[in-house]
């Protein structure tokens, strides 16, 4: 079964009684910076699916998505905190309570207004993306329409555009082995004819249309934009993950794909170059 969202009425009471601070002993970093953004992380004392920390496999999804079982922290104290064994279960719940004791009189609030105008147009945007694309696309009949499905998720749609990517490489690859035979299979149609293809000798290889016919554009502009594009792709994945586990620190898959792209990024930043 898929780990449930946390529902908002409980994240209005998280909100409400964490003080707009990290619950971590001694801990006073805000959970809300000035400018109205989230910086902190939604945890669970016993992680929402399994293999994540403290997962009980005799707990029940309702339980693991409850207000009992959340808390809010900082990164830092998030990561210090993933050690089980110095921070167990029961740990966590006592670190909660505390902490909430010290501010169950306050007035904290997060504006949620905007959240739930946010969550409801999309909802709907959603519901008419998939009517637009499955019951009135003008070539619905045709079964040539294109897909576009609101219900795939991040990982899928960019996995969908680095396909596109290597289908566009392959694309451009077969231009260039067809300019590349091009003079040899204009000097097979001239033998055809019966006109000698030494007509041509004397023209300079920098004159001659069929010789290296778009040199430039497959050998620099192709690597460049292709390159250009990777680059930026790798880069939306770093950005969207890194705002997504904040929200979302118990998502293995998500730390995994994260992990990587960062190294990828980091390795495009040394050695990316222009192909010149």
């Given at each position: 079964?898929a780990?449930l969202a946390?529902k908002?009425?409980?994240?209005?009471?998280?909100f409400?009684r964490?003080g707009?601070?990290?619950?971590?002993?001694g801990?006073?970093?805000?959970?809300?910076?000035?400018k109205?953004?989230?910086?902190?992380?939604?945890?669970?004392?016993?992680?929402?699916?399994?293999?994540?920390?403290?997962?009980?496999?005799?707990?029940n999804?309702?339980?693991?998505r409850?207000?009992e079982?959340?808390?809010?922290?900082?990164?830092p104290?998030?990561?210090?905190?993933d050690?089980?064994?110095?921070?167990p279960?029961?740990?966590l719940?006592?670190?909660?309570?505390?902490?909430?004791?010290l501010?169950?009189?306050?007035?904290f609030?997060i504006?949620?207004?905007?959240?739930a105008?946010?969550s409801?147009?999309m909802?709907?945007?959603?519901?008419?993306i998939?009517?637009?694309?499955?019951?009135?696309h003008i070539f619905?009949?045709?079964?040539l329409?294109?897909?576009v499905?609101?219900?795939n998720?991040?990982?899928?749609?960019?996995?969908?555009?680095?396909?596109a990517v290597?289908?566009?490489?392959?694309?451009?690859?077969?231009?260039h082995?067809?300019?590349?035979?091009?003079k040899?299979?204009f000097?097979a149609l001239?033998?055809k004819?019966?006109?000698?293809?030494?007509?041509?000798?004397?023209?300079?290889?920098y004159a001659?249309?069929?010789?290296?016919?778009?040199w430039?554009?497959h050998?620099?502009?192709?690597?460049?934009?292709?390159q250009?594009?990777?680059?930026?792709?790798?880069?939306?994945?770093?950005?969207f993950?890194?705002?997504?586990?904040?929200?979302h620190?118990?998502?293995?898959?998500?730390?995994?794909?994260?992990?990587k792209?960062?190294?990828e990024l980091k390795?495009?930043?040394?050695?990316?170059?222009?192909?010149d």
């Amino acid at each position: 079964m898929a780990r449930l969202a946390t529902k908002t009425d409980i994240l209005r009471a998280l909100f409400a009684r964490s003080g707009n601070q990290c619950a971590f002993p001694g801990c006073t970093q805000s959970l809300i910076n000035d400018k109205n953004k989230f910086i902190a992380q939604v945890c669970h004392i016993e992680a929402a699916s399994e293999g994540g920390e403290r997962f009980n496999p005799e707990g029940n999804d309702e339980y693991r998505r409850s207000y009992e079982n959340l808390l809010i922290l900082c990164y830092p104290h998030h990561i210090e905190t993933d050690d089980v064994e110095e921070y167990p279960a029961d740990r966590l719940l006592l670190i909660k309570r505390d902490h909430e004791q010290l501010f169950v009189k306050s007035d904290f609030e997060i504006d949620e207004s905007e959240l739930a105008k946010l969550s409801y147009e999309m909802k709907k945007y959603w519901s008419d993306i998939d009517r637009l694309n499955k019951l009135d696309h003008i070539f619905a009949d045709s079964g040539l329409a294109m897909d576009v499905n609101g219900e795939n998720s991040f990982f899928e749609v960019i996995a969908s555009a680095y396909d596109a990517v290597n289908g566009i490489e392959s694309l451009l690859e077969s231009f260039h082995k067809s300019d590349e035979e091009l003079k040899a299979d204009f000097e097979a149609l001239l033998i055809k004819k019966g006109v000698s293809s030494e007509l041509f000798c004397d023209i300079p290889y920098y004159a001659n249309p069929f010789e290296n016919r778009n040199w430039e554009s497959h050998n620099l502009g192709t690597p460049n934009w292709l390159q250009r594009l990777r680059i930026d792709l790798v880069h939306i994945e770093v950005k969207f993950l890194e705002e997504y586990l904040k929200t979302h620190s118990d998502d293995h898959h998500a730390k995994a794909k994260f992990e990587k792209a960062k190294e990828e990024l980091k390795e495009y930043a040394e050695t990316a170059m222009h192909v010149d």
